[in-house]
């Protein structure tokens, strides 16, 4: 078992900034996946950005230039740096794990950006 906490979510201004953060700990596979996914009320969770192990980083095209995804991997953690919010960022923000035959979401955490 994987367990996720994230951390970092909040009220924030149009243009403003947050990060995020998320600790894995349990039984972690060294080859394995970790990145974030949203879910606006009344639509269905999407991607916003993943990053293996090695480094490779996969985004969602309306986050592009404006988010970064990034790991530490000795502390098993990952961030996600946004910038220049949006109102249509807005969303509760999930943590996403997956490794040798086990994928885990983590609790979410509110993001809230206001016009």
């Known amino acids: 078992q994987v367990q996720l906490v994230e951390s970092g979510g909040g009220l924030v201004q149009a243009g403003g900034s947050l990060r995020l953060s998320c600790t894995a700990s349990g039984s972690i596979s060294s080859g394995n996946t970790m990145g974030w996914y949203r879910q606006a009320p009344g639509k269905q969770r999407e991607l916003v950005a993943i990053i293996t192990s090695g480094g490779f980083t996969n985004y969602a095209d309306s986050v592009k230039g404006r988010f970064t995804i990034s790991r530490d991997n000795a502390r098993n953690t990952v961030y996600l740096q946004m910038n220049t919010l949006k109102p249509e960022d807005t969303a509760d923000y999930y943590c996403?794990?997956?490794?040798?035959?086990?994928?885990?979401w983590g609790q979410g955490t509110q993001v809230t950006v206001s016009s």
């Open positions: 996403y794990y997956r490794g040798v035959g086990v994928g885990n």
